[in-house]
């Protein structure tokens, strides 16, 4: 994001890391401002102060910057230079910044609806992307609003305003949109592997299909976009799958039936085909799994 801003005409006064090793890796990217401590980037009055760490070191990271904008000299800590920290989790809330707020400070999260992967090719990846703003009040005026709006802006992005409260629902979606996805290519990677497409080849090969099927989702929505042996009652062959995949991989058969069931909803959607084939098809697939704790009927059933 550093880089991003930057190309964007932005300034980097200074960046700090947890280790030396990471702190010369950024380095090698940012060229010659790395920090070994936060009083020092402190004392350097940035108008935004970006925490970008793993959730779970959120806390460890917050709380020295608040000290050390408690103890910075009051043109610091004071209204006159109002600095801005935001975090970029999607499932953490805001209020692990408000040590600093306590020492003055604007705070927000500013978390990108994008992949990184790699800080090269992630810097041009804000461009058109979503990015959740969450300030510490709901007010879509709220001055930590109004600059994560229009930080977003800057990057090319689009932002939105997310409630604190709907954090971790909003980020299981952003898990089952990108992280399952992965999940689920990388099955099929195997998959094709196994029923005997070239190993090296196996990606290249499949992944015209994944992007059809995206863009399919892009132009249509996902209940339109839905193809295959589900959405046409096709019972042999989804109990043909089954019966491959208990031979070759029966670790995938919970998964596959899983997914089955999920899209026999959007079946349902689609409103095609009649009840009693849907039945059918959910016959093929077994009992669908309830989450555990879920009651599974009332009491005396
Ligand atoms: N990656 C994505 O696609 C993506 C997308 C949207 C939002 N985000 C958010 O961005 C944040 C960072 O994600 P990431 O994938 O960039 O994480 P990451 O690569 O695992 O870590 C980023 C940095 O955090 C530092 N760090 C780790 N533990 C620390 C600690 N205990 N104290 C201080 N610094 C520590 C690391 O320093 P060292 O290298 O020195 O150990 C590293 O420089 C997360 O909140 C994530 O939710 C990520």
């Not at 971790?168 to 089952?176: E, F, P, W």
Request: some cysteine; charged content about 15%; aromatic content about 4%.
């Amino acid at each position: 994001m550093a880089l991003a801003l930057r190309a964007r005409g932005a300034s980097l006064l200074g960046f700090t890391s947890r280790s030396a090793a990471g702190r010369a890796e950024a380095d090698s990217w940012l060229g010659g401002r790395a920090s070994s401590d936060l009083a020092e980037l402190v004392l350097l009055q940035p108008e935004l102060y970006l925490v970008a760490v793993p959730d779970q070191a959120l806390p460890e990271v917050a709380e020295p910057l608040g000290a050390a904008f408690a103890a910075a000299p009051p043109t610091v800590a004071g209204d006159a230079a109002r600095p801005v920290v935001a975090h970029t989790s999607g499932a953490t809330s805001v209020s692990v910044l408000s040590s600093c707020q306590r020492a003055g400070a604007t705070t927000l999260v500013f978390h990108p609806l994008q992949t990184f992967s790699d800080p090269l090719t992630g810097s041009s990846r804000f461009a058109g992307a979503a990015v959740a703003v969450t300030p510490v009040q709901a007010a879509s005026d709220s001055p930590a609003a109004a600059f994560g709006f229009a930080l977003a802006q800057l990057l090319g992005a689009r932002p939105f305003l997310l409630p604190d409260d709907k954090r971790s629902l909003y980020h299981a979606a952003a898990t089952v949109a990108c992280n399952y996805l992965v999940t689920l290519e990388h099955h099929a990677d195997r998959l094709f592997t196994l029923s005997g497409l070239p190993r090296e080849e196996s990606l290249s090969l499949f992944l015209p299909l994944v992007r059809a099927t995206l863009d399919n989702v892009a132009a249509q929505g996902t209940v339109a976009a839905l193809t295959g042996p589900l959405s046409r009652g096709d019972t042999a062959t989804i109990a043909g799958h089954l019966a491959a995949l208990a031979t070759d991989t029966p670790d995938l058969l919970v998964l596959y039936r899983a997914l089955g069931h999920s899209t026999l909803d959007l079946v349902r959607a689609r409103g095609e085909l009649p009840p009693a084939a849907i039945s059918e098809l959910a016959e093929i697939l077994g009992p669908r799994d309830r989450p555990a704790g879920a009651q599974r009927g009332r009491p005396g059933e």
